[in-house]
């Protein structure tokens, strides 16, 4: 298995733009979880999935940033508009069925987000 | 709800000596535990995970962990560090068969002097 992916890995927008990250989890997995890490702040959780419905948003900073999971095998982080304090790396990570492998999480590569 | 507590933000160790990093966790439930290990501009991967069974826990590149359930702890260790194990350490609890929402510490940065 190719692992988790997310797209892109590097963006560079300006204050205002829209910007879409994009994960798709390990084939099999139903839960799917996004975070946001910075020196300031750590490791966050944004938002997770459970069987493409969404569990817990409360992670999600304000309402400039939505995310969707239209399917099992891809979702999305929306930041609308963009703010310099968004820019930090993105991280998607996606698990087994609860009970399975322990709740273990996979990580994607990240996405590392800069807003001039 | 679960936490982490991980005390030491970084860890400074002379090569091929032993480290400990320290983790604390608090739950009302059963959890599994985790360490995950983060290199510079990487994503986080699996060192090692307690599910139930023997307490002590053996993982990749040379890490162990024990859990203690009567001090809610699960200290990382390694008998000898190489430079290649400079990284970013981080612990995580999950609520045993709940849903799969991991908690995870503040992380402990391991810096390896040769």
């Known amino acids: 298995d190719a692992g988790v992916i997310q797209s892109p890995r590097h963006e560079v927008t300006e204050m205002g733009q829209e910007v879409t990250l994009r994960c798709k989890p390990i084939s099999g997995h139903n839960s799917l979880f996004w975070y946001r890490q910075t020196m300031m702040r750590g490791l966050e959780l944004l938002i997770y999935f459970n069987n493409n419905v969404p569990i817990d948003d409360s992670g999600m900073p304000e309402d400039r940033f939505s995310a969707k999971m239209p399917n099992a095998s891809f979702s999305t982080l929306k930041i609308q508009p963009s703010e310099p304090r968004d820019s930090a790396v993105y991280f998607c990570?996606?698990?087994?069925?609860?009970?399975?492998?322990?709740?273990?999480?996979?990580f994607g590569p990240g996405t590392r987000l800069t807003v001039l | 709800a679960q936490s982490v507590t991980q005390l030491d933000s970084q860890v400074p160790v002379f090569e091929e000596a032993p480290v400990e990093l320290r983790c604390n966790y608090s739950s009302s439930v059963s959890v599994y535990l985790f360490w995950y290990v983060q290199y510079p501009n990487q994503g986080l991967q699996l060192l090692l995970k307690y599910l139930s069974g023997s307490t002590l826990v053996k993982g990749i590149n040379g890490f162990e962990a024990e859990f203690n359930k009567s001090q809610t702890s699960f200290h990382l260790r390694k008998p000898s560090v190489h430079i290649s194990d400079t990284a970013e350490y981080f612990c995580a609890v999950s609520e045993a068969g709940g849903y799969q929402k991991v908690t995870f510490g503040t992380g402990t940065k391991l810096q390896v002097i040769p």
């Open positions: 990570a996606s698990s087994f069925p609860s009970g399975s492998q322990g709740n273990e999480q996979f």
